[in-house]
């Protein structure tokens, strides 16, 4: 006798609707997007006004340096290259103009530590606006735009000033400036007579300017009726030279420690003009 045993299994599950709600899928956390370090223009940028009928632009350079950099002249002609170590430089660097317009000279590096663009010639005074001062290995500005008579715009924010720490001289006698603004000049510690002469001068934003000045021996002098100084910091180690008024001294002087901010004693220091209350 066969005897067969049939065994039936069954699989039971509970109503669905009695499943726990499915809830939302985590979200992973999104990564922080790491700053974007800002561009900089590596050319050396500025505006010049050729007269009608052209004329000849120049600038001279520091013979003990070395040079390795190239000028486009802004008027189609091939950019001119340069290079060379001393004593064997040269200076000045021209270009002739055939036509009188505006015209944007840009320099690009990797090699122009200083020059002189003022106290040459009458291209000096065509000189109008610095758009940016490029990424091409800055190491002074001394005399730099001295004598630039129609410079109206510097922008000394647009491009690295870092190995720059001495600035005499750099826009005396620019009596075409009515603002300037220190960003980018936080490295300079040597600025005797750096905006002596600037008699147009109205709106001055000292927030870029070294803490720890060296030297700043009449770097306002003769500068004309600033009406608004800014300022954020207080400077220290100013030596008893820093401002010089003639017979005159601000009261509350302090050498060593210069309180700023809305002070009005600071501020008839900063204008150097002896003539003034303070």
Not at 158 to 165: A, M, N
Not at 171 to 197: H, P, Q, S, Y
């Amino acid at each position: 006798v066969v005897t067969a045993s049939v065994f039936l299994a069954i699989w039971w599950r509970p109503n669905a609707s009695d499943d726990p709600e499915p809830g939302p899928k985590p979200v992973p956390p999104i990564p922080p997007v790491p700053p974007v370090p800002p561009v900089i223009d590596k050319a050396f940028r500025t505006l010049w006004n050729v007269p009608d009928g052209g004329g000849t632009i120049e600038f001279a350079l520091n013979l003990s340096l070395s040079y390795e950099f190239t000028v486009d002249w802004g008027d189609g002609s091939d950019p001119d290259p340069y290079k060379f170590d001393p004593p064997n430089g040269q200076s000045p660097i021209d270009h002739t103009y055939i036509e009188g317009r505006m015209y944007e000279i840009s320099i690009t590096g990797p090699s122009f530590p200083t020059a002189t663009f003022g106290q040459l010639g009458p291209s000096k005074d065509w000189l109008e606006e610095v758009i940016g001062f490029g990424d091409i290995g800055w190491v002074s500005l001394n005399s730099t735009f001295t004598e630039c008579s129609e410079l109206k715009a510097v922008n000394t924010s647009s491009g690295d000033l870092s190995g720059v720490q001495s600035a005499i001289s750099a826009w005396e006698f620019c009596t075409a400036l009515t603002t300037f603004d220190t960003k980018g000049l936080e490295n300079v510690i040597l600025m005797n007579n750096t905006w002596a002469r600037c008699n147009a001068l109205t709106t001055f934003d000292a927030r870029g300017l070294n803490t720890s000045i060296t030297n700043c021996t009449d770097a306002w002098k003769n500068t004309g009726p600033v009406g608004a100084w800014v300022f954020e910091e207080t400077f220290t180690n100013v030596p008893t030279d820093w401002l010089i008024l003639g017979e005159d001294k601000p009261i509350g002087w302090t050498p060593g420690l210069l309180p700023v901010g809305s002070n009005p004693v600071l501020r008839g220091a900063l204008l150097q003009h002896g003539a003034e209350t303070i």
